[in-house]
């Protein structure tokens, strides 16, 4: 069983930054390919951002653009989300996954998540 941990949230003001880490206990991520989703009070989840494993293929959605980068440490144990110029729009609780095959494309959504984090909470307000 995979468990994945997310961390990193918190209360920031809008033009701030925050950056996500996206670990896992008892194994690497360096194999597996990952996403970062997100679900905002009353919204579906929606996804992020993803990186593959094999060639670190990365795909962002439209709304976050020039904000968002998505990254893997040196050692690949950890894929981080940093997220800079913040709005209140990008509220919600941010969650990792691992992808099941074929990994990150622009049609990878929710469904194609195997595993889950618990989530951490992002709010943007001043």
């Known amino acids: 069983q995979l468990e994945l941990v997310e961390s990193g949230g918190g209360l920031v003001q809008p033009g701030g930054s925050l950056r996500l880490s996206c670990g896992a206990r008892?194994?690497?991520?360096?194999?597996?390919?990952i996403g970062w989703f997100r679900q905002a009070p009353d919204k579906e989840r929606e996804r992020v951002s993803c990186?593959?494993?094999?060639?670190?293929?990365?795909f962002y959605v439209d709304s976050i653009k020039g904000r968002f980068t998505i990254s893997r440490d040196y050692g690949k144990t950890e894929i981080y989300l940093q997220m800079n110029s913040l709005r209140s729009e990008d509220t919600a609780v941010y969650y990792c996954?691992?992808?099941?095959?074929?990994?990150?494309?622009?049609?990878?959504?929710?469904?194609?998540?195997?595993?889950w984090g618990q989530g951490t909470q992002v709010t943007v307000s001043s």
């Open positions: 008892g194994f690497s991520l360096e194999y597996y390919n």
């Open positions: 996954g691992v992808l099941k095959p074929p990994g990150c494309s622009p049609t990878t959504f929710s469904t194609d998540v195997t595993y």
């Open positions: 990186i593959s494993a094999v060639n670190d293929r990365i």
